[in-house]
């Protein structure tokens, strides 16, 4: 689900960007406090070929040629995820298809403080996955169809994106998976519990977290001190929290791969690695593709990378898998948008795209 890479229980950080030690994605979840550390996305995501756009203040969305195909109207607006987009108005949300009418009115309120931009979160507070969306009624999260029909009562503190058919739903009584029916599954509660991926979970037992299946079973025991979501079959691990032995793991719990370094994890078929604040790109065998010299990197998208340099200036450009720069670092927020589409933002909170080789496609607008 290419989606998921970038957004489950993702904060996106405008003004400082993202990289492999800033939540970007996926959640990684750790035994005695949480990590905040997030799996990296590989692939652009599904957006029908429309991006927003900023303009007098309003949201609306352009193709992949720069030309506005819905003009600006509403109070925000996000990337699309499975036909529909979402949109604020009105200080509540709802949805939009991609002739820019709305299919679901904005009824749903927002979490208290809300979303600053599109920028922050590339599909809003919430998207459609598998064809249903977390809302929230009356400070209670349930679920809608793509008709807007309520068909998971809201009942819970927090809900999540479904994933191989199940969520991870938060009441008093701690965290639990549900299916569509909206029905507890595996019989338990736990503490801590990630959203699957890659048809596995990471679930908290006894303050360890271990892996388990879509049918619930224990396949990875409970030992680990953080444990991050599956992608394409491995994982990165950490034992203790005083530890700096990361390992790379497969399905199975295997450990393919031991390295001592500050951080680091799962980046498509690479590790992203950090070392004395400093980031980089090895292989799963542990061969330095990239020297960790760089302040942040995030990727990689086909053959690019987000990266920034020099953390005096606080910007981005992209590189290639050589760690050499194809677009220099200008620009004060980059993000992958779709197929050779990177929006740009910028302090001024100001939104526009460039593609892959860094040619404007959008100039930063407001």
Not at 89 to 104: D, L, S
Not at 197 to 207: E, F, I, Y
Request: aromatic share 12%; net charge neutral; proline share 3%.
């Amino acid at each position: 689900m290419k989606k998921t890479s970038f957004v489950i229980l993702a904060l996106f950080l405008l003004f400082s960007g993202v990289s492999c030690t800033v939540a970007a994605g996926n959640q990684q979840v750790s035994g005695d406090k949480p990590e905040n550390e997030t799996a990296e996305g590989f692939e652009w995501p599904e957006n029908e070929g429309l991006y927003p756009i900023i303009q007098d203040s309003l949201y609306g969305y352009i193709n992949d040629k720069g030309e506005v195909v819905i003009e600006p109207q509403f109070d925000l607006a996000a990337q699309f995820s499975e036909g529909l987009a979402y949109f604020e108005q009105g200080g509540k949300y709802g949805f939009i298809n991609p002739k820019g009418e709305v299919t679901i009115p904005a009824i749903y309120e927002k979490k208290k403080g809300g979303w600053l931009s599109v920028a922050v979160h590339l599909y809003g507070e919430t998207w459609f996955s598998e064809g249903l969306a977390a809302v929230r009624v009356n400070g209670k999260m349930g679920y809608i169809n793509q008709k807007g029909e309520m068909v998971i009562a809201p009942t819970f503190l927090d809900a999540e994106a479904f994933q191989h058919g199940l969520a991870v739903v938060k009441t008093e009584a701690g965290m639990y998976y549900i299916n569509k029916k909206g029905e507890q599954q595996f019989g338990r509660t736990f503490v801590r519990a990630v959203s699957f991926s890659d048809s596995l979970a990471g679930v908290m037992v006894d303050q360890k977290m271990g892996f388990i299946n879509t049918s619930g079973k224990m396949v990875i025991q409970p030992q680990y001190y953080t444990a991050g979501q599956f992608i394409k079959g491995y994982t990165v691990v950490k034992d203790t929290y005083q530890s700096k032995t990361w390992k790379l793991i497969d399905k199975t719990g295997k450990t393919i791969l031991e390295k001592q370094v500050d951080r680091m994890r799962v980046s498509g078929d690479l590790l992203c690695f950090s070392e004395n604040l400093n980031e980089g790109y090895m292989d799963f065998k542990g061969k330095i593709i990239v020297p960790a010299n760089f302040d942040m990197v995030m990727g990689f998208f086909d053959d690019i990378a987000i990266a920034k340099k020099d953390s005096k200036e606080d910007v981005f450009g992209i590189i290639n898998r050589k760690g050499e720069w194809v677009v220099q670092p200008t620009y004060e927020g980059l993000w992958p948008a779709g197929k050779n589409m990177i929006t740009v933002t910028t302090k001024n909170r100001e939104l526009g795209y460039i593609d892959g080789s860094g040619k404007e496609i959008r100039k930063p607008t407001k």
